[in-house]
């Protein structure tokens, strides 16, 4: 899958410890790519998943990701509902459609894009990952 050309083991050793070793700003970036990815995929499920009556696509407009941003562990970034409809939060809409009450069955369009998106999003941090990688010579 990937070339790896060095000098000797120490310049081995030193290429591998320096892989190991990912700047907080190519952390946020995989974070970044993932979260877009993410916010496409629940955008498209909520738009096509919440048909009915009383749906005016509320909630696949109000889908906002927010910037990556680095933690003590790696990286974080916030996908959200943002806004109002029918006098009720988004978020708290977004929260009845995926879970369902007495009244009114489970559309889970959240579960299902999480889903949907795991292989690509996968495969865009893989791609910030080779990118940088590429940039050191490994």
Not at 3 to 28: F, I, S, Y
């Amino acid at each position: 899958m990937f070339d790896v050309q060095v000098d000797g083991l120490k310049g081995l050793m030193l290429a591998m410890n320096e892989a190991g070793d990912l700047p907080a700003d190519v952390r946020k970036e995989m974070v970044d790519a993932q979260a877009e990815v993410v916010e496409k995929s629940l955008v498209y499920h909520a738009g096509t998943m919440l048909k009915g009556p009383y749906y005016r696509g509320g909630v696949a407009r109000s889908v906002t990701r927010r910037k990556a941003r680095a933690t003590k562990n790696g990286a974080t970034a916030s996908i959200v509902f943002k806004g109002t409809q029918h006098g009720n939060r988004l978020a708290e809409i977004a929260f009845i459609n995926e879970f369902g009450k007495s009244s009114q069955p489970a559309r889970p369009f959240i579960r299902t894009a999480n889903d949907k998106a795991a292989d690509p999003e996968a495969d865009a941090a893989h791609d910030v990952l080779d990118k940088y990688l590429s940039k050191k010579g490994l």
